[in-house]
């Protein structure tokens, strides 16, 4: 089998979730936004050769959803159309439809879009690159509020940007390197949501805090906010099904039937996220710390008046009010998923384990115990003993423990990750 990548595989990249604290929604429509890496949920993509096929095969047990496509498939595929999509900063409408034909019998399902940024990614970033396996992990909720989509595709854009030697270096992802991962993943969730802001993808390229903003031109302006407090807080998942594309057109539908209505909405979010941006860079200050409860608890309700909330997410606001433990907003694009509740300054501890208690036992909602900001997207190569006493991580039925206890990027780690 002829395999022509410009990287020695296998190897393994990782990029993390998100927690947007200010501004989700809102950021579609340039608002401002402030968003932190989730350091340790994260999305983990094998690139192996494959035993016995020379095509391209993907693996995403995530979603119970596995596919080839033989080199007959991938070659059908116009070049010309292909070469298109290197200066465009959408999804080609061309090879959108070409895709169309390719995934018809998955049309409408959730795989579909997973497949489509796949191969999106791929056919524009290193066609040629033959007789592979991609298989992804994550220990992210997958379509829970934490950015499991920007996190798949900052991924595959990291991933094949190795195959085709674009990034070659094994010292470090270089600030070019970055931005061209920042691009391509964005595409990738435009693939899977329609209209991204990019905040999403920005966060799990660079890792860290962001405050962001989109620009009218399409041009994103984040600055990275350092020493981002390790705000104490619970990340509750309610594990209601929802999709961020649905509830994002749901916004985009009221502000253009409504847009008196919406703007003002809108604009409020923008001023709550100027506002949170200036007191998380000063947290110190005690003083401040109400007012940022205030401001989580304004976001909240702005985004209920936009339709993104759902009963489920309003159990947790209503549970942290009644036990005065802080303040709850959703997080993500909301419709279920997640919320998170920052914690009073000297809060109670018996009710904040009443809390925890309540959300689990009485609701089986899942609390994420996570430390804020930290490593983005990054890179290990595999040498053989390490390849195989991790494959199995990525094949078996490994718990989401297990693949963080093997694989997380942190200081101590037994790999070497390029970051
Ligand atoms: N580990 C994964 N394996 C396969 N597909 C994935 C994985 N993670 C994300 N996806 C793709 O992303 C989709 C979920 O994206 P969606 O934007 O709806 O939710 P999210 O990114 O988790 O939340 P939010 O956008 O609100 O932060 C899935 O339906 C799938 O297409
Ligand atoms: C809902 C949204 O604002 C955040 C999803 O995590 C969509 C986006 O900004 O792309
Ligand atoms: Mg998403």
Same mark, same amino acid.
């Given at each position: ?38 350091? %340790?949920?994260?999305?983990?993509? &094998? ?36 070469? =298109? ?31 489509? %940024?796949? &191969?999106? &990614?791929?056919? %524009?970033?290193?066609?040629?690159? $033959? ?5 992804? /992990? ?49 595409? #990738? ?24 903003? $989109? ?34 057109? #749901?916004?985009?539908? *009221?502000?253009?039937? /409504? ?16 506002? !949170?941006?200036? @007191? ?9 710390? +109400? ?11 702005? *985004? ?9 997410? =309003? ?19 909301? !419709? ?32 994420? =115990?996570?430390?804020? !900001? !930290? ?6 190569? @595999? ?18 423990? +297990? ?17």
């Amino acid at each position: 089998m002829t395999i022509t990548t410009a990287v020695p595989t296998p190897f393994i990249v990782s990029a993390p979730g998100k927690v947007i604290i200010f501004g989700e929604h809102s950021a579609v429509f340039n608002k401002n936004a402030i968003a932190a890496s989730v350091s %340790s949920l994260r999305t983990y993509l &094998l690139v192996e050769q494959s035993e016995d096929f020379d095509g391209v095969e993907l693996n995403f047990p995530d979603i119970n959803y596995d596919s080839r496509w033989s080199n007959d498939d991938i070659n059908k595929i116009n070049r010309d159309v292909i070469k =298109e999509t290197s200066t465009l900063k959408h999804v080609c409408p061309k090879l959108k439809e070409q895709l169309d034909f390719v995934l018809k019998d998955l049309k409408d399902s959730l795989n579909y879009f997973a497949a489509l %940024s796949f &191969l999106y &990614l791929y056919l %524009s970033l290193c066609p040629d690159a $033959r007789g592979l396996k991609f298989t992804v /992990k994550s220990t992210l909720p997958i379509g829970a509020g934490l950015g499991s989509s920007a996190s798949i595709s900052v991924c595959l854009a990291l991933a094949f940007a190795r195959l085709n030697g674009h990034i070659s270096s094994n010292e470090c992802i270089s600030k070019e390197d970055k931005e061209f991962i920042n691009h391509w993943a964005f595409i #990738g969730e435009c693939c899977i949501h329609g209209t991204p802001s990019g905040i999403d993808n920005a966060v799990a390229t660079y890792g860290n805090a962001v405050r962001f903003q $989109r620009q009218d031109d399409g041009t994103t302006q984040f600055h990275q906010i350092n020493n981002f407090p390790q705000l104490p807080m619970v990340l509750t998942n309610t594990k209601i099904k929802r999709s961020t594309k649905i509830l994002v057109s #749901g916004v985009a539908d *009221l502000a253009k039937r /409504k847009p008196l209505i919406a703007e003002p909405i809108l604009e409020a979010m923008d001023q709550v996220a100027i506002r !949170g941006s200036e @007191l998380l860079s000063d947290i110190s200050k005690d003083i401040h710390y +109400d007012e940022l409860l205030e401001l989580i608890r304004v976001n909240h309700g702005l *985004l209920v008046a936009v339709g993104v909330s759902h009963p489920g997410l =309003e159990v947790i606001k209503q549970l942290s009010d009644e036990l005065k433990i802080g303040q709850t907003k959703l997080t993500g694009a909301g !419709g279920g998923g997640c919320a998170f509740t920052l914690l009073e300054k000297n809060v109670d501890h018996s009710s904040v384990r009443k809390f925890h208690e309540t959300l689990h036992e009485k609701y089986k909602y899942q609390i994420f =115990e996570t430390g804020l !900001g !930290g490593v983005g997207c990054c890179f290990t190569e @595999l040498r053989t003993e390490e390849f195989k006493s991790l494959k199995h991580l990525f094949i078996g039925p490994a718990t989401t423990q +297990d693949i963080s206890l093997a694989l997380l990027p942190s200081p101590d780690s037994t790999l070497s990750w390029v970051k």
